[in-house]
């Protein structure tokens, strides 16, 4: 016993190192594996507050471009709706209740950007408390963000298509091979699109859009256009180049989307896969 | 060496401000970020125990993870410095580490070069192993520790000469 309290004593310093070692090995085994709930994040009240308050300086620098923009979209929606307008008085309307569609989009502000890890998260200024929670797609207007992984009352923590875990389904704009968006961590304004099949037509320039299979994101949002494929090893796959319409590193206003139907949806795909 | 703690607390404070809010905005071509703030580590007084050492460079690794959302990374990677901190003293300085009568801004350049930079490069090495997380990108970590590394090594450089002004003033 007495070696035993001797051991510990003369090895302490190394003790502790293995230990603190441990804590800091569990926490980044738990930072590599998607979707966990985590005792370290970016969401907690104090790097929150620091990050809107730093925001809340650095947003002046870029109001010219994000107006231009904002102006940009503003014609675009307006363009859309005049279209819409034009359709919609030819047909009877019978039932407007059904007229609700399922998605909501709520806007929000980007207050951590990264994009120089393997694996990046970005900060957004609201949560929980502006109806933001886990599994809400993230979009610009020019082109998808990520996954909304976790939300405190005040801030949430999105999963960047920039991150190695991160696959997001999506498809062809003109025809419905589809497969999963992947990122090899090079470029951050390049990601890959894998297990297109070998039958669907692709050229360069094509546009790459969300399917709306995984009820996170409506179909047809744009994400980008294809630099460059080549076939994989198995020569049955393309391997495909895809260059983000979004500069994923200068991005400022983002719009959330929450699913309604998304719970209804799920438990009837549960089903049929039983 | 100052050993008066409010002067490790600035400086704790300190470098941690300036990783999360300016130093990692910076991704110089694209995608490398200094990561200095080990001189916290390197700068702790030389008397101070071993398990002090361990615990204070783990907190300071933790607290620009909470920032970075990087799990327990940096707080591998320093820990990891701060463990090895006695044996890169010894090597760097020798007698004078023996003998306690170490006054870090007045040792020789060289001396202090080689501290810092094998501290440096044991940092960045173990912060991308632990980033990439595979032997597989043994090269791609390789590739990281090197170009961080110089980039540390400039800010450090810097730092290094506030030291030194701050001790003849």
């Known amino acids: ?274 | 060496m100052e050993n008066r703690p409010a002067r490790h607390i600035i400086r704790f404070v300190f470098l941690v401000l300036l990783q999360v809010l300016i130093l990692n905005n910076i991704n110089f071509m694209g995608l490398i970020n200094p990561y200095p703030y080990i001189w916290f580590i390197l700068l702790l007084p030389i008397d101070l125990s071993k398990w002090k050492t361990l615990i204070y460079s783990f907190f300071i690794g933790l607290a620009i993870d909470i920032f970075e959302d990087t799990g327990g990374m940096h707080a591998a990677a320093s820990l990891v410095v701060g463990f090895f901190r006695g044996t890169m003293l010894r090597f760097s300085f020798g007698i004078s580490y023996d003998f306690q009568n170490l006054k870090f801004s007045k040792t020789p350049f060289l001396q202090r070069l080689s501290y810092i930079f094998i501290s440096v490069l044991i940092h960045h090495f173990i912060f991308f192993m632990m980033e990439y997380f595979s032997f597989s990108h043994i090269l791609l970590v390789l590739k990281d520790t090197l170009f961080h590394g110089i980039f540390t090594l400039v800010i450090l450089g810097i730092f290094n000469l506030f030291l030194g002004n701050q001790k003849r003033g």
Do not use: C
């Open chain 1, 1 to 274: 016993m007495q070696q035993l309290i001797n051991f510990f004593i003369k090895n302490k310093n190394f003790i502790l190192f293995l230990l603190l070692f441990a804590t800091a090995f569990f926490l980044t085994v738990q930072s590599h594996s998607y979707q966990k709930s985590k005792f370290i994040s970016s969401t907690n009240f104090v790097s929150g507050t620091l990050y809107s308050w730093t925001h809340d300086i650095d947003q002046y620098f870029s109001l010219e471009d994000r107006n231009d923009r904002l102006k940009q979209e503003n014609g675009k929606l307006r363009d859309s709706l005049e279209r819409f307008k034009s359709q919609s008085k030819k047909k009877v309307l019978i039932d407007s209740s059904n007229f609700d569609q399922p998605y909501t989009f709520r806007s929000a502000e980007i207050i951590a950007n990264r994009y120089s890890h393997k694996d990046n998260y970005l900060l957004l200024n609201a949560g929980n408390s502006d109806s933001i929670n886990t599994d809400q797609g993230v979009i610009t207007d020019r082109g998808i963000v990520g996954i909304v992984e976790s939300s405190s009352s005040n801030y949430s923590r999105v999963i960047s298509i920039l991150n190695s875990q991160s696959s997001i389904s999506a498809r062809l704009k003109n025809s419905n091979h589809f497969g999963s968006l992947t990122w090899n961590a090079k470029d951050p304004n390049v990601v890959q699109l894998i297990d297109i099949p070998r039958l669907a037509p692709i050229k360069k320039g094509d546009s790459i859009v969300t399917n709306g299979r995984s009820f996170i994101f409506p179909a047809g949002i744009p994400i980008g256009k294809i630099q460059d494929f080549k076939l994989d090893e198995g020569q049955s796959y393309y391997h495909i180049d895809v260059k983000l319409f979004n500069d994923m590193t200068d991005i400022g206003f983002v719009y959330v989307i929450e699913n309604k139907n998304r719970e209804e949806l799920e438990e009837i795909d549960r089903e049929d896969g039983k």
